[in-house]
């Protein structure tokens, strides 16, 4: 990384290792990623010994990079690296290296660098095998137009890593920071320092509810536990805004998110959450599921109320009221889903009931800024009066998931459930998935439970998509 401004800050020296492009028959063999990484040790003990360093790599180097930690690890040696930050690597190999053999030869570096290399496939099976992420700290940053290094190579190959995707860099300039506010900078001083772009520290909040519970790649309900597996959108940046100021309403296609971006919204707040299903009350009317939605939650409170069967909707808007102020004097989340609701009718009559839910919670002293309702469903809200409706409960659009979003998906979980995948393969599940996680998800489910062992891939798509229809 060559950025002077951006970097004038940091103690670095730049450890160069001999890389050639093109290598004509009868030149000496060009050093492979094992001789490169044995160098780069050499340079760390006797440059920086007795230091902790960061290791920073871009492309190739992070692969030399990640043999060197791996090879001290598995050694039974600390590595000199505290942290280690790879850009743009080629994790899994690199398309382009195919057609790279053909104009170089005896060039081990562009040989290790084809999908499936001997090299490659020992070096991720090491690392994930010692756990190595989780001796250093790791951060991986992939770049969105990469025309050298796809993207699903250049993510993490375990949970135990950062990533971040920068969408408008290519293979070059993602190592070519500005300044200090260049975002690949500012990632990367994130990363060592634990502080954000202005200089303040940055908080790791745990949220008591899910201490203890373990990673899963194919997570039904999130978890803190889970970060590794999930996969950011636009979306979850506006759940976080919208209920930060106030109440939501979180819409769109099944399958698409809806309950793990909320979720994980109120544990990065460190939020109680109260979560209400209203499946079970069905034929109600709104006053009937508003009066359900005061049981599950007097239920939850732990007080073992209830109100009276004929009571008004004022009453029970009171009796909500009175449960909430019984919760300790920090923020809860009421998540309310699977409301049962058939026609637009229906819809816009409880929306009007919720909406004078909203009002009584917003004025009360006791409850206003620290209950938050974020109903989940398949319709976008609507309501007898727009307005009121926009100022009091936000509407948060959840759409189909893009390709790109579905490849990282399916990046995220394959190493653990199905690491003999191709390229190619993972492109037709994320092609048969029509923007669904949950179906990609539902397809490594029957790997991982042995329900497909013996299923050709396109017949396992067609047997999952039967079970999405049905």
Known sequence: MRSDSAFSEWDISFYEYPTEKVRLPGMPDALGILELSEGLKTELSVRHSGKQVTLVGHSLGGLVV????????????????SHAMFYAVPNTGAEMARYGTLFSANNRQVESLRSGDEVLRRLNADWNRLDVDKVVKTHYITAGIDGVVSSMSSRPTSPNSGHDFIPFCNHTNIVLPDNERDLRYAILKQFVLGINADGNALENHKSSQFVGLNPDPLFDI????????YITRDVDTAVAEVLSSGHGWLHGPSGTGKTAALIRCVSKFDWKLAHI??????????RGLLRALCIEFADLCGTGDSPPDGAEVSELILFFRRQARCF?????????EEIPLNEKCQLVAFVDTMLLLTQALNADPGT????ILAFTALDEPSASGEERLRERIVPIPFD???SGELGGLASRIFPYVRPTLTANELDEICAAAHGSPRFIKRVFMRWRSGSA?????SDLLLSVRAEFVS
């Open 368 to 371: 206003t800024r620290r209950v």
């Open 400 to 402: 189909l998931w893009t």
């Open 66 to 81: 990640r043999q060197y930690l791996t090879s001290e690890v598995d050694a039974g040696r600390s590595p000199a690296a």
């Open 328 to 336: 300790p004097e920090n923020v809860i989340c009421v998540a309310i």
């Open 453 to 457: 062992k013996d299923y050709e891939l």
């Open 277 to 286: 299903m209203l499946a079970s009350y069905q034929d109600q009317t709104p």
């Open 222 to 229: 999130y978890t803190p536990a889970n970060e590794p597996y």
